[in-house]
Structures are given as structure tokens and as C-alpha cells.
């Protein structure tokens, strides 16, 4: 008899428990920059030498978070 007191109380704790996990607030995505390049290679055509060329790389963020471009490289 003692055992079917609890059921009562236990389900309704048990759903109380769901409902305060579903309705929760889920935590904040971590903040983070993502560098996307939507062209990361470029070939010249052929130039005379001492002629000045340029091409501009753009880099896009796609993240969540300020990008610093804190060094460039060449190869």
C-alpha cells in the first residue's frame, strides 16, 4: 500500500523534470570568426618583367566573432 502513495508524486516530479529540461535556455554557441576564401589561388598571366601586378584575395567571415588577419604569406 506504502508504494502506490509515491506514484502520484514521482510521475509529476519526473514530468516536472521534463518540462524544465525542454523549456530551458540552451547556453550561448561559442563565439568564433571562420575565414572563408572563395578563391584562394590565382595564376598571372604572363607579364614583362618589372611591370607592377596585383590581385586582390577576398576573405569573408563566416563566423560569429570579429576576424584578424594577423599575417599573409606568399608561396
Same mark, same amino acid.
Given at each position: 500500500?506504502? $508504494?502506490?502513495?509515491?506514484?502520484?508524486?514521482?510521475?509529476? +516530479?519526473?514530468?516536472?523534470?521534463?518540462? @524544465?529540461?525542454? &523549456?530551458?535556455? *540552451?547556453?550561448?554557441?561559442?563565439?568564433?570568426?571562420?575565414?572563408? $576564401?572563395?578563391?584562394?589561388?590565382?595564376?598571372?598571366?604572363? +607579364?614583362?618583367?618589372?611591370?607592377?601586378? @596585383?590581385?586582390? &584575395?577576398?576573405? *569573408?567571415?563566416?563566423?560569429?566573432?570579429?576576424?584578424?588577419?594577423?599575417?599573409?604569406?606568399?608561396?
Amino acid at each position: 500500500m506504502k $508504494f502506490k502513495k509515491f506514484w502520484g508524486p514521482g510521475i509529476l +516530479i519526473f514530468i516536472l523534470v521534463l518540462f @524544465t529540461n525542454a &523549456f530551458a535556455e *540552451k547556453p550561448e554557441e561559442e563565439k568564433m570568426p571562420e575565414a572563408y $576564401f572563395p578563391e584562394n589561388t590565382f595564376t598571372f598571366e604572363k +607579364i614583362l618583367e618589372g611591370t607592377d601586378v @596585383t590581385h586582390d &584575395f577576398v576573405i *569573408k567571415n563566416n563566423g560569429n566573432a570579429p576576424l584578424t588577419v594577423e599575417k599573409v604569406r606568399t608561396t
